[in-house]
């Protein structure tokens, strides 16, 4: 993959975080399952983007082939 194949992925991953963290920050006093989850799953999202900021790395070095 090229360049802007990874930043497409983390924009669009980046993208989804931001929409969780609005729902997070409405039903934060409302419903605190929902809350919970959508930290939860922001922060695995944190973690999905560091991963595919290696793997791009690795990718440019060409020890992604």
């Not at 969780?20 to 989850?37: A, C, F, G, N, P």
């Amino acid at each position: 993959m090229d360049a802007k194949d990874w930043a497409k992925m983390a924009d669009m991953i980046a993208q989804i975080r931001n929409r969780l963290y609005k729902i997070q920050s409405k039903h934060e006093y409302i419903d605190t399952e929902v809350y919970l989850k959508s930290i939860l799953t922001r922060e695995y999202l944190v973690l999905a983007l560091e991963n595919i900021d290696q793997l791009a790395r690795w990718d440019n070095s060409g020890l992604l082939q």
